[in-house]
């Protein structure tokens, strides 16, 4: 009886406990303890959860590299020496920094007798900047300044490349990439890596800003043909004659496909 009692006493004691918590359970009581959960707070707290960490946004195109793949290895889904876009940024050596921005430098040197200036490239390119930011699935630590820089450097880099390995007369005479296999090859291995992507609606506006309108110039094949044509020897592919627009792209890697 007295053991009776003492029991009765204990549950009592028990549920009084956690009603004075708020509902919170001590990890000291047993499994079978009543425990008492405010169902309105907690359905509060799960949707405030669900518009951050659940919604995928359609316009996503460019993305991280599932952890699973890269423990493996991770250094075969980090650029060599051409970081594209704001994610490996920092694997990028000052070397060829100054070959990105030498590019540049050729390509405004020659639409410079078109009309085209760095400036009106910059403006056109912090309109588009947003939606362009959109299209990444993941943070990007880079503000809005840095990030218009980014895109109009790399972008003018990729479409001044296609366009000398198109043309052999527009290649400097030393230019270390067209001289040296290994940077060529550095090339091929970081343009299709996936995290090292910028938007094609990026490489696409750069590409129609700075093409060739003067009416004693041949008219240029558009810009997927080019890039086409830039990995046809290392995918061992002849790219397609016709005047194809290769519409909805999302970026270079997704043109390869």
Known sequence: MPSLFFSSCLTIETKAKSESDGGTRDPSYGEDDEVIVDIDSLTSSIESMM?????????????RVPPILRRHRENAYIPNA?????????????????????YLKN???????SGVTLKELVESTRE????????????ID?????????????????????RKDQDIRLREKHD???KMAWLMQCLYHDLILLENQIPWLVLEHLFN?????QSTQAEEPNLAHLALQFFAYTFSFKPPNTDI?????KHLLDLLR
Not at 107 to 113: G, N
Request: proline share 5%.
């Open 176 to 178: 270390p990439i067209f």
């Open 107 to 113: 390509l405004l040197s020659r639409e410079s007798k």
């Open 128 to 139: 588009i900047a947003k939606e362009a930011r959109s299209c990444y699935a993941g943070p």
């Open 142 to 162: 880079v503000g809005a300044k840095d990030f218009v820089r980014l895109l109009v450097i790399d972008g003018c880099f990729l479409i001044e490349l296609f």
């Open 245 to 249: 627009l290769y519409d909805k792209k």
């Open 82 to 102: 051409f970081s594209i876009g704001p994610w490996h940024r920092n694997h990028q050596t000052i070397s060829t920094e100054i070959i990105k921005l030498n």
């Open 209 to 213: 800003k700075t093409s060739a309108k």
């Open 51 to 63: 518009p951050q960490n659940l919604i995928m946004s359609y316009k996503w195109c460019i993305f």
